[in-house]
């Protein structure tokens, strides 16, 4: 069975390698859904990388990329705040810190149900392999960590496919907290949880929201099964396991 999904593709030195096709797996919805959508159809995989500010997603996302994409499979990628129809404006309401916490929330749930619908379906539909840099978890996080209610939370992301993996990069307050000075020279106002009021000081603030984040992620494991990666490790170390845990997922 395995043998029959390997096809054999010619690089531009001529040598074959081997591309593993990944069997298609039925996908299901998170809860309701969206109408009309034949889960059936959904022949790409969908994998989603977590994690807090500076925990390296980008690092390990480009590697997964050139690695998917060397070994013959079509990748698309989507994240936070990137949808067409919202991204700007949603920007432009943080700067200003202008909206209640519910139309935030609804804010990022539009930007990503646009996502879901014209970025993430087309492509699972075609057969690529979609790399989510965040996804509904850290938007439920971020809003758990502010007091929303969880069962409105699930019902409003209801909408979203399970995904066929989820990592989340654990990495520690501590540590992030260098890696974003070493990388920005600065901290970010809604990443420090500064809305919150847990300190005047952005740098305590900083670490206090990350550990409640953590604690919200470690909770929503529970629920949602992600594998949880030790991502303070060497760079090269977290993408090898991210390839393993990749690798055996589609020969699944
Ligand atoms: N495993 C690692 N060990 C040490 N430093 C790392 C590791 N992975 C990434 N970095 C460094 O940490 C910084 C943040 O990494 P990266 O940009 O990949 O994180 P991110 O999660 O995408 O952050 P952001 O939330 O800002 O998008 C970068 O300077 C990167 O070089
Ligand atoms: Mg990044």
Redesign the pocket.
Known sequence: MAKRRLQKLHTRENDVVSVLVPKVTPKRFIGHGLPGVQLEQLRGKLIVVE?A???????QIARLVAWLEGTGHHTVQVGLKRSTLVSEELEKAQQGNILSRTTLSLFYATDFADQLENMILPALRAGSMVLADRYIYTLMARDLVRGMNEAWLTSLYGIALVPDAVFYLEVSPEQLVQ?VF??TKQLDYWESGMDLGLSRDMFESFLKYQALMHDQFRRLTLTYKFHIIE?E???EL?FEELRERIQSMLAA
């Open positions: 994690g500010d500076g925990s390296g997603r980008s690092t890696r070493a990388k991502a490790r060497a760079p977290v």
